[in-house]
Structures are given as C-alpha cells and as structure tokens.
C-alpha cells in the first residue's frame, strides 16, 4: 500500500511471505546451507542434499519526505522471521533472522551546493550457534579449520548482539556546462558500536618460533590438543573516508 501526501511524503507498507523447499542440505553438519551464515564454502566441497525447507514472512515501513525548506528525510522500519529445517525437519531460526531492522537518513542542502546528512542504522542480534570448545582445540581439527568449529547440535540457539552505528556525509558539488564533480567526506560507525557477534575470541597459543603449543604431546595423534585463549571481540572502529564523483 502507498499513501502520497502534500509536500512530497510518502508512505508505504508491504508485506512478504515466501516458501522454499528443495533446499540445500548439509549431510557432513546436518543443517541447511541457509544457516551457515558467512561461514558457506571456507573448507571445501561437502555432500549435500535437497531436504531442507524454510520460510520467510514480514512486514516493511517507508516514510519518505523530500526536500521542505532544504530539508529531506527518509524512515523505514522492517519486521521479519527467517526459518529453515534441522536434521528432524524443524523449523529452527536462520542465520538471517534479523526480527527488527530501523533505518533513519536526514539531512540539509545549504547555498553554494553544500549538503550535510547523517544516517542511523538499528538492527537486532542475529542468531549464532556457540562453538565447540573440545572439538576446536583438537590438533587435526585446528590445523584443518585454523579456527574453532560450531556446535550444530546447539544451532542458532543464541544471539547477537543488538547492532547500530550512525554515519555523516558532508559533500560540495560543483557544476559545469557538460559535467559535475562532487567531492565527499564520510566517517561510517561514528562513535563505534558494539561488535554484532557475542562469541568469544578464540585464537592458537603458539610458542616463541610461532608453532601451537600442544597440551599432550605424547598422547596418540588424533587425541593431541592445542592450547587456546580466549577473549572478547573489541568494539567497531569509526572509518573516516573522501571521495569524488564525476558526472558527465
């Protein structure tokens, strides 16, 4: 549905729902390739299946307002579910299932073709699945990951945490006969958010010539473990950037 009022506003409202079915189906880990999130294809090839089913369905909210006394603004607000089957066929939350998403871009033209604007992100945790510390640390299973492995059994059953940054834009634009040049400087992430996974940070102790230290060294190959630390993920850095753009 669209609403179009008096001094350029704009109002929308949809909704989706949609189904798959034949979807891609890990056999090695057991769940979807829908919830594997970043981390599809960083090993290799897999076997795979098409049993997996899922569904998505939402809502999304726009208001729009161009330019009344040099001023624009646009607001969206979206709400949604992601769902895609375990190993019994169950609807389990995706690694997509962002519920709430807001989105809010305002800003001012000024004389001489200035223009400030400023954009504010909002979007809820994403589900995660926690690692598998005993696995991880194996020797044969480090060395082939080079990073700690999930925990399938537990998918998707935590989540992140809530993400939001603001960024700013400042442009000057110059405009000639056949051509414009505009020149920007944005700094994304201002104040520097939270990082959006709550998942620790789990890196290999080495030793002073950069090897891992194993804990057991003469216990059987395949039952060796690396010694591992921990930690949290540091905030999200602001990054200041410049630009120009060419139109012709």
Do not use: C
């Amino acid at each position: 549905m669209e609403f179009n009022g008096n001094n350029n506003l704009k109002i929308t409202a949809e909704t989706y729902y949609k189904k798959y079915k034949n979807y891609p189906f890990s056999l090695r880990n057991g769940i979807s390739l829908a919830n594997l999130g970043g981390d599809f294809g960083v090993v290799g090839a897999e076997p795979l299946d098409s049993r997996g089913v899922g569904e998505t369905y939402g809502i999304e909210l726009l208001a729009q307002k161009r330019t009344v006394n040099d001023f624009y603004g646009i607001a969206s607000y979206t709400f949604g579910h992601s769902k895609f089957s375990d190993l019994n066929g169950d609807l389990k939350p995706s690694s997509w299932d962002s519920r709430h998403i807001l989105s809010l871009t305002g800003g001012k033209y000024f004389s001489r073709n200035w223009n400030i604007g400023a954009r504010f992100r909002l979007q809820s945790g994403l589900p995660e699945t926690p690692y598998d510390l005993e696995k991880s640390q194996l020797v044969n299973v480090w060395n082939i990951a080079n990073a700690p492995v999930s925990d399938y059994i537990l998918l998707n059953s935590q989540r992140g945490n809530l993400v939001h940054q603001l960024d700013i834009r400042a442009e000057k634009k110059w405009i000639f006969n056949k051509w414009q040049m505009t020149f920007y400087v944005d700094v994304v992430n201002v104040y520097g958010s939270k990082n959006p996974s709550r998942l620790p940070v789990i890196a290999l102790e080495r030793d002073t010539n950069g090897n891992g230290i194993v804990t057991n060294p003469g216990a059987p190959q395949n039952e060796q473990i690396y010694q591992l630390n921990y930690g949290e993920a540091d905030r999200t850095t602001p990054l200041p950037y410049f630009g120009f753009i060419f139109e012709f």
